[in-house]
């Protein structure tokens, strides 16, 4: 086994794709950190041979190479780069509240976001995408700090961040309403904080963009 | 740390997700009070403990509620630091053993999923997308003991409740198509843990019998 522990010169690859969600958290995460790394962007309709190789069994984006060895899924590589690098932690400390953390993440990723894209270009479904949000407002609510993370940002913040720049974009492209501030005025305060956070504005592709390919993926002709 | 009364798990006795906890449990040696929900009449203390799921499992420690077994699998090693260690201590192997982790719950649930729920020749077919997936299992294991690194852990606690599921529906052939992951089966229920946490597979045959003539 390679021993992929800190060197004097570490090298951090990101193979990625510019409006993707999951790339977007991993870029935060190594940000946040001071981290240098090179940005890899992959044609998904044509994927390169290094991404086959450093991801053959889901053969997706984002995946991280550090000194030649490859990790993928966004979540789990936070948490690697968490390990790794001990400045500004991602992840609380404490087993509980890590716990929590990992909760809430999975719980974004298995039912909220899902649930939303579900929702684009099915209107009957734009229900059912707010009912997971509402666990979100109420945590927010419950924890009563600017951040999932507390006064910081933590994981469950980065891995919400397709609340916080996706949904919007969608909803301007698609002229649909699925955060309302009336319905979740905690979780649109928050996506204000989060996205005002330089790392933050730093990893977001430009909104135009997004707001172009939903229209085109997603949108009626006209 | 080790007070009984402290540790309670929200279970149910067929659920592989509630048998990983039960086997990491087991391997630290924590004892715990075990209790047996029933899906049809949840008790409050579910619905209170895991209102975003309402669903089993739950471990309760020290009064604070943890769901989704692969993060109290992640749990248990972090609140109880003794050996075994569930997850490896190199960051790259502990990185490993999340992704197959997660990889046992998209995929293999899912397959398995697709074949309780199909008869004939279309369970046929589904077995088929399932030795497919343990073919990439079975990769991953190469000539290691484990599904990562040296030692039984996260990984592999994933995976083996649903060993006994392949048992119970035989003619899987396992054996056969993958039989570095046969081995490692055996090798993971010569662990006292393990066996200890497992229905055996005619129980599990005879609950799934049971459900179709309920029509479930």
């Not at chain 1, 298995?110 to 939303?116: R, S, T, V």
């Not at chain 2, 392949?166 to 993958?178: L, Q, T, V």
Request: net charge neutral; hydrophobic share 40%; proline share 6%.
């Amino acid at each position: 086994m390679k021993s992929v522990h800190r060197k004097m010169t570490d090298e951090v690859k990101l193979y990625g794709f510019p409006g993707s969600p999951f790339g977007c958290r991993v870029e935060t995460a190594l940000k946040l950190k001071g981290i240098k790394y090179e940005f890899i962007q992959e044609d998904l309709s044509n994927k390169s041979a290094d991404l086959l190789k450093y991801n053959p069994v889901h053969k997706k984006i984002p995946v991280l190479v550090h000194n030649g060895n490859p990790i993928a899924e966004s979540v789990v590589i936070i948490e690697y780069i968490d390990d790794i690098w001990k400045e500004v932690p991602i992840l609380p400390q404490d087993a509980y509240e890590k716990a929590q953390a990992r909760f809430w993440a999975k719980f974004i990723d298995d039912k909220c976001i899902p649930a939303i894209y579900n929702s684009y270009g099915n209107v009957e479904a734009v229900a059912e995408a707010t009912e997971p949000l509402q666990f979100l407002e109420n945590e927010l609510n419950v924890k009563g700090k600017k951040f999932f993370g507390g006064d910081n940002i933590g994981l469950v913040d980065i891995c919400a961040c397709y609340m916080a720049f996706w949904v919007g974009a969608a909803e301007e492209a698609l002229g649909i309403k699925i955060m309302t501030k009336e319905k979740f005025p905690k979780l649109k305060k928050w996506c204000d904080s989060y996205i005002n956070c330089q790392v933050v504005k730093d990893s977001l592709p430009p909104r135009e963009s997004l707001v172009a390919y939903y229209k085109w993926r997603f949108g009626k002709a006209e | 740390m080790d007070d009984d009364d402290d540790v309670i798990l929200l279970d149910l006795w067929v659920s592989v997700f509630g048998q990983r906890v039960r086997i990491a449990l087991a391997e630290k040696g924590v004892h715990y009070e075990n209790r047996e929900e029933n899906p049809q009449n949840k008790t409050p203390l579910l619905l209170e403990m895991n209102p975003v799921h309402k669903k089993i499992p739950v471990l309760i420690h020290q009064g604070k509620p943890v769901c989704e077994s692969n993060i109290i699998v992640q749990y248990i090693d972090e609140a109880w630091h003794q050996s075994p260690s569930l997850l490896p201590s190199d960051p790259y192997l502990r990185a490993q053993a999340r992704l197959w982790a997660d990889f046992v719950d998209k995929k293999v649930y899912e397959a398995g999923k697709k074949i309780w729920r199909t008869e004939g020749g279309e369970q046929v077919a589904k077995k088929e997308e399932l030795i497919e997936v343990l073919k990439v299992l079975e990769g991953q294991l190469g000539e290691k003991p484990y599904l990562v690194g040296g030692s039984f852990g996260l990984a592999d606690i994933a995976l083996i409740p649903f060993s006994v599921w392949f048992h119970a529906f035989g003619k899987m052939n396992i054996e056969r198509e993958c039989p570095k992951l046969a081995a490692w089966v055996n090798r993971c229920m010569e662990r006292e843990a393990v066996s200890k946490s497992l229905p055996h597979p005619h129980k599990i045959y005879e609950f799934d019998q049971k459900k179709k003539k309920n029509g479930q």
